[in-house]
């Protein structure tokens, strides 16, 4: 039986399997999400990643996150992945985010945006303050 998109609640939706040995587990995804799906399991596995079951899982819950948030803010997901995408190039912590892995620049970019700030300003505050616990530890 057919289910809304998980992540959008949209009723036209495909199956979406992430392992084909266990056919009752049925993720349902809206067309465009399941094509952004595809698309960032696709960079993981270029990454060098498997792809696997935690994979797709945290893709699955990171897109539940970002939706959330764009319910919240009243703007698209596509807008804010293209928003995130093109001003991560021009932040002066670029050479920090660029050094990590793509979940986590994600969850940094999530995280920036749910406090309302920019990823800069976000990773300048995160800075200091593990580089104060630090000096509280000495």
Known sequence: MKKPCMICGTDKVDAHHIDYTD????YWLCRP???IFHSD?????KGGSDGGREDQENI???MQE???ICNEKG????ALRKH????????NCSIIIHDV???LRWSIKLLALKAGKTMNEFLIEALTAAVEKTKEKK
């Open 75 to 78: 703007i698209s997901m596509s």
């Open 41 to 45: 399991l696709r960079k993981i596995k």
């Open 84 to 91: 995130l995408g093109k001003n991560a190039k021009k932040l």
């Open 60 to 62: 699955l819950s990171r």
């Open 33 to 35: 999400h399941h094509r």
């Open 66 to 68: 970002q939706q959330r």
């Open 101 to 103: 892995s793509r979940e």
């Open 23 to 26: 056919a009752k587990t049925v």
